[in-house]
């Protein structure tokens, strides 16, 4: 086997301290090699033109022989196309070989039914993949930096993410890596400035329609006010958890192997005595493995969906029930050839919707309501069959509104973000007009729901109170008063079968 040599900063003490920070990151993490060939993805915005010029420098005594690639996203108009110009500009003066593709990214993002910035950020990386596998390069370089880890960790922190998510953006996975992860921004800036490097500026970036912009430009600068460290001490954060996550990932591994009885691309099952057995922050760990596994990514996998799959295995033996899950995979409790119950998780090429189920079943939706989106937004809830249509309205409108499918709640009386989710067993709220808890079942049996309906209804909840029963009742507590100022009003749609996946 040939020896090559990882990158070292011995040569590089005269150069700039972001050139031998850069350094010090890539020869710790073995990001690249003596004679490595390296596709760097630049946009043309400073953190990419900065990370091509480290390269540069660094590879000079290291023999690595760069290339450059370029994703026009078919957004921003003339200014995309000047930014595809300046990319093309910088491979021409360095001679090197340049890659450059242009996507719809709105096809895309209508014809795989992710958001803007996912749907961006997979047709990016599969550019990348594609020119590296084609082209022989051996890395892919990127240019995060400690910023976008601090937001990131911050955007997982605001949804509720576990351990894995508080990870941040690792330094390599597989044949990405990211020179600039140990770089404050300003370190960046300063760099391209006593280097006199020019670069481009992406107006997106200042847009706080967005969230991670206004986490960037509103949220962080308020924690900085608390600690002026912030964004080193969550980057910081983000390496110790990533490595005690591959330490209990390791942990885990053998027991989820053991567990698996069969599997292939498409399928996956689990034994329910060695699932159900295991304690929950393990079993958790498990139900995302497979998921990842077959869907690879977790994406819109929620906490009550992995809680839904564990209760499926743990519930008293024998076959039956089904999770639905994003992504359309199928969760399903069976038997399998010799007669063992399994849990198994199947990805369907179908919606789940148009497949017919082999045995009942139970879709699992959870959703998250901002405050922000609260003021105007619909959200498709394809497994009740409905969209919830919310709107915050001055309280003098309240008269406008009436009947069951629409709802009336005092805003200030909510803490958000709000959820939307299905019935869990031992919910209780306060039905309007009343003064004491009563719980669903019987509030259900009450009104005459049939059994089978009343998994599918959605809940609206606010700090795990329930706020409505989507179609029936609003809890008391949330009632609109004299006092009340402004309402949530929420209405509840068909969902048009157009908007069906």
Known sequence: MEYRKPVGSGLLRNRAPLVRKAAGTIAAHSMITDGDRVLAGVS?????????????????THGWRL???????????AEADRDAAFVEGLAKTRNVPYYKKRVD????????????????????????????????YDRIAVGHHQEDDAELILMNMLRGSGPTGMSGIPPVRGRIVRPLINCRQKEIESFLRSENIAYVHDRSNDNTRFRRNRIRHQLIPVLEQYNPRVVENLHRMGQISAGENRWI?????????????????????MDTGILASQPEPVG?????????ELRGSLRRIAFPHVDAILELARRAAGPGGQVHLPGKIRVARCRNGKGDDVVVFTAEKRPLRATAPAVPYTPVFSHIVTSDAAVSCCIDIPEAGCRMVFSRLPAHAVRSFSGPDTAVADWDGLEFPLRIRNVFPGDRFVPLGMKHSQ???????????????????PLVTSAERIV??????????????????????????????????
């Open 468 to 501: 409505w029963i989507a179609g029936m009742r609003i809890d008391d507590r949330f009632r609109v008063t004299d006092k009340t100022r402004s309402v949530l009003v929420i209405r509840r749609e068909p969902l048009p079968e157009q908007s069906e996946i």
């Open 249 to 269: 990932e390791s942990l885990v591994s053998p027991v989820f192997e053991k567990a698996v009885s069969d599997r292939n691309a498409e399928k996956l099952a």
């Open 439 to 457: 719980k669903l079942k019987k509030f259900f049996i009450n009104n005459k729901v049939p059994r089978h309906r009343r998994p599918l209804v």
């Open 67 to 77: 290339g450059i690639a370029h994703l026009h996203h078919g957004l921003r108009g």
């Open 284 to 292: 958790r760990r498990m139900v995302r493995r497979a998921i990842l």
């Open 105 to 136: 990214l709105h096809e895309i993002r209508k014809q795989s039914g992710k958001n803007l910035e996912e749907a961006g950020r997979d047709a990016r990386y599969g550019f990348f993949q594609e020119i590296a596998g084609r082209f022989g």
């Open 44 to 60: 043309g915005g400073m953190d990419s033109v900065a990370m091509l010029h480290v390269l540069e420098i660094i590879g000079e």
